[in-house]
Every structure is written in structure tokens, then in C-alpha cells.
């Protein structure tokens, strides 16, 4: 089964800092693109970050450049999400997202993990 | 960056009927668009891309066309289990990747 399961989310104080895993099972990880989508309470979806599966090319929301770093371990089937000087405005179900081989959509989700910025 | 923009916000429609959802772009987007269904508390789910290409499992009622800039997802007989909400995302100019702000379609 293809799975994809998130990890790390918390409570954490603005300012702070935090790093999301995404496990990857069921399919040959390094040969996918990856992103991080979040989904603040109540609101739609909006793409955070993307790399290729060689872990070369990375790309940025504007909302997150600067602070943000995705990266991924091949060996070991997972991708990361490193959030520093995090704002409210952070604050959100953080999802990791695999691309699709033909085409630039995002065929398999995780669950999810909150992160929740505030004093 | 292109803006995507849903309507109607809300549709409410009755179980065995059809349901017609619209997504516009900014400017063209050829027919690199994907449709996302989400119900509460669970991920999105990948319905339709390339505008028209179902995803792997996805049932024949659901169907997606359009290019350029008008695009639709009709859903042709609604079940219970197609009540959630909708999200169109452009994939032709990126990034960034860009979503529609979401239609809720409802129980009419």
C-alpha cells in the first residue's frame, strides 16, 4: 500500500522553530517529487514547498521563503519540513504530497500534522 | 502567479442529481488543472487531472473539462459519499502551485 505519514507537529511559541517528517512507504520514494501543502483552520489549500526526487531543484512560496527548508532522505524514505521563525500566520495542517510521474499534481496525501504557532 | 477562483462558494444539491462545479483562471492555464476532493478531517483526494483524466479509482460519475480558463467537474448521479469540498489547482505555470479557494457542495 502507498502511504505517506506525517509527523512533528506541535505547539510552538512564535519565533520558534519546528521540523515535520513525512514517512513514505509503498513505492520507490526516490523517484517521485514531493511537496508540503498546508491548510490553515478552516481555510483552503496552499502550496508551501517542492523538491525532486534527486533532492537538486527546490522551490518556495513567497509566504515561507527564507524561513522553510524541505529537504528528503532517499535512503531512508522520508522528507522534511524544517520551519524556523515561525508566525501565526503558520499555523495549519501541514501536509506532505506526492506528484504525479505524468503530470504536476499531487497524487498521494498523508493524514496531516498540526502545527499550531502561539504564545 | 495565477489566480484560480471556484463557484458557486456552496451548492446545494439533492442525492441522484447532478452536480456542475466551475473553476477559472487568470490566464491560461492549457489544460494543466486537477481537481481535489476533501471531506472533513481527511486529506485531499485526487480526482481529475490533465482537466479530463480521472485518477486511478476514481468513478465514472465524476468528470472534468475545459482549457484555457474555464474548467468544470460535474459529478452526473451524487452519492452520500460525494458530500465534501472541491478544489481545482493550476499546474501549468508554477510555482507556485495555485488552488481555487474550494466549493462545498451540500445535502440539498
Known sequence: EVLLVESGGGLVQPGGSLRLSCAASGFTFSTYEMNWVRQAPGKGLEWVSFITGSGITIFYADSVKGRFTISRDNANNSLYLQMNSLRAEDTAVYYCARGHLAVDAFDIWGQGTLVTVSS | ????????????????????????????????????????????????????????????????????????LTISSLQSEDFAVYYCQQYNNWPPYTFGQGTKLEIK
Request: aromatic share 6%; glycine share 10%.
Open chain 2, 1 to 72: 502567479e495565477i489566480v484560480m477562483t471556484q463557484s458557486p462558494a456552496t451548492l446545494s444539491v439533492s442525492p441522484g442529481e447532478r452536480a456542475t462545479l466551475s473553476c477559472r483562471a487568470s490566464q491560461s492555464v492549457s489544460n494543466n488543472l486537477a481537481w481535489y476532493q476533501q471531506k472533513p478531517g481527511q486529506a485531499p483526494r485526487l480526482l481529475i487531472y490533465g482537466a479530463s483524466t480521472r485518477a486511478t479509482g476514481i468513478p465514472a460519475r465524476f468528470s472534468g473539462s475545459g482549457s484555457g480558463t474555464e474548467f468544470t
